[in-house]
């Protein structure tokens, strides 16, 4: 079956540490992958897009990669702020009809 | 730039009422519009994708008499919930995609928070 993964469990990190999210996926083969940030009550806000042939894209403080024959993307936050403390979620497009399927996204703790 | 905006930002019914909530994309047109429903600690469920000036396209399990979708221009999309009821309480995003924006990229909306009594 084909599904996408986030950890469920929240993911706590000390401020200034970096903080690692993964994303897995099964039986797709995404022509991109995208990395939001959700608040709660809030629609999600998009951070990055990474290709299929992208091994890895930057913005700022964050760093996502993309590794097609592991079926997984990491999403970094270097320098960790607790405002950077949120629900992460990824969500590949597979067709050109531009449908996100989406993770259920994981949640980021900074504790100062 | 790609600011889409929904209204209104939470509604209270009672139940057998109907209740319109409307998404704008701003500051650029926006050929696709999705709207999703989500609840709490959940992901994203995509109800309906549609194009400025067709009928929507509802995923499998959306009821189309139920969940009425117009996209009526290239910067408003509306959504009404007939006849709600408990069940239908969720919370409701819609988001936006074309233009001079990333058109790989969908804009949301800040969310329509609907509580049906």
């Known amino acids: 079956s084909q599904k996408i993964e986030q950890n469920s469990e929240a993911l706590n990190i000390q401020e200034g540490k970096t903080a690692t999210l993964t994303c897995n996926y099964t039986?797709?083969?995404?022509?991109?992958l995208q990395w939001y940030r959700q608040d709660p009550g809030r629609g999600p806000v998009f951070l990055l897009l990474i290709r299929e042939n992208e091994k890895e894209k930057r913005k700022e403080r964050l760093k996502v990669t993309f590794d097609t024959t592991l079926k997984q993307s990491l999403f970094h936050i270097t320098a960790s702020q607790p405002a950077d403390s949120a629900t992460y979620l990824c969500a590949l497009r597979l067709d050109s009809n531009y449908q996100l399927i989406w993770g259920a996204g994981t949640k980021l703790i900074i504790k100062p | 730039g790609a600011v889409v905006s929904q209204h209104p930002s939470w509604v209270i019914c009672k139940s057998g009422t109907s209740v319109k909530i409307e998404c704008r994309s701003l500051d650029f047109q926006a050929t696709t519009m999705f709207w999703y429903r989500q609840f709490p600690k959940q992901s994203l469920m995509l109800m309906a994708t549609s194009n400025e000036g067709s009928k929507a396209t509802y995923e499998q399990g959306v009821e189309k008499d139920k969940f009425l979708i117009n996209h009526a221009s290239l910067t408003l999309s509306t959504l009404t919930v007939t006849s709600a009821h408990p069940e239908d309480s969720s919370f409701y995003i819609c988001?936006?995609?074309?233009?001079?924006?990333?058109?790989?990229?969908?804009?949301f909306g800040p969310g329509t928070r609907l509580t049906v009594l």
């Open positions: 039986n797709y083969s995404p022509a991109y």
């Open positions: 988001s936006a995609r074309g233009g001079s924006a990333n058109t790989d990229t969908q804009y």
